[in-house]
Nanobody
Framework: QVQLVESGGGLVHAGGSLRLSCAAS????????MAWYRQAPGKRRDLVAS???????NYADSVKGRFTISRDNAKNTVYLQMNSLKPEDTAVYYC?????????WGQGTQVTVSS
């Protein structure tokens, strides 16, 4: 059974940094394309960043230059380093297996950025 467990969220002031982690189990992680999504109250869940099994990355325009997605296959973990945080980044952050397609989500981790 595939499980995704996000961690690392918290409360920070604008301009601060956080590093989110997503630990995956029950899958052959090294072949998975992974992504981070976020969802604020009343908003849709949007793609933030993605990383392929080969390490290629893409970012939403709103976070480009501030966030970095990475992975450590030996630890079955994907990370999201978030710098220069803004109040608009406040949301619950989720990681996801996007390839092979997997329709389930973990519990997410809350990120709150105060002004």
């Amino acid at each position: 059974q595939v499980q995704l467990v996000e961690s690392g969220g918290g409360l920070v002031h604008a301009g601060g940094s956080l590093r989110l982690s997503c630990a995956a189990s029950g899958s052959i992680f090294s072949i998975n394309d992974m992504a981070w999504y976020r969802q604020a109250p009343g908003k849709r869940r949007d793609l933030v960043a993605s990383i392929t099994s080969g390490g290629s990355t893409n970012y939403a325009d709103s976070v480009k230059g501030r966030f970095t997605i990475s992975r450590d296959n030996a630890k079955n973990t994907v990370y999201l380093q978030m710098n220069s945080l803004k109040p608009e980044d406040t949301a619950v952050y989720y990681c996801k297996i996007v390839r092979p397609p997997w329709p389930y989500w973990g519990q997410g981790t809350q990120v709150t950025v105060s002004s």
